[in-house]
């Protein structure tokens, strides 16, 4: 691995967990409860559940294209959205939120390991440094979302702390 490459690859890594930028993503989501994931806010039309959901569908997206392998294109972004507001129960909720973090931590791994420049078969054009860059800035945008929801509610700061606090 080129030490641009390294450095890079580094620099996704800091991008998709969370360092420096905002809150880390495993410190934001596993104490919501089941009540909350759900929780309707006027104005806004998802809950933190759909949002998780949400996440977690595009990463396996982006994930199967940095495996080598060509995914399923939704018929539109709607199906990317699950229809129910809220997980039937704490495991229906706890297993969501555990695969978006497992598949944050098998992007971390394709960062610290891949050529980042090297181009995806089913993706003219793009890179698995970009799409790993896609990742990070997809979750991140949502986290922040998530984030706020829980601000609205009174569910933040988490255990430990966040910031902003």
């Known amino acids: 691995m080129s030490e641009s490459n390294h ?3 580094q620099a996704l890594v800091k991008s998709l967990v969370g360092e420096r930028g905002h809150i880390p993503i495993a410190r934001a989501l596993p104490d919501i409860t089941l ?17 998780v959901k949400h996440m977690g569908y595009w990463q396996d997206f982006m994930l199967t294209h940095l495996e080598g392998s060509k995914p399923q294109m939704p018929g539109s972004v709607q199906e990317s959205w699950p229809d129910e507001d ?3 129960d704490e495991a229906q909720l706890q297993n969501a939120i555990e695969h978006l973090l497992q598949g944050v931590e098998k992007a971390v791994a394709i960062a610290q390991t891949a050529r980042l420049d090297d181009p995806l078969p089913y993706f003219p054009g793009e890179t698995k440094g970009g799409i790993l860059r896609n990742i990070a800035s997809h979750n991140s945008y949502h986290l922040g979302e998530i984030v706020l929801l829980r601000r609205l509610h009174g569910a933040w700061p988490p255990p430990g702390g966040g910031y902003p606090a």
Do not use: D, K
């Open 86 to 88: 809220a997980p039937a």
């Open 7 to 9: 450095a890079f690859g």
């Open 35 to 51: 009540e909350l994931a759900g929780q309707r806010t006027e104005g806004v039309p998802y809950t933190i559940y759909q949002l």
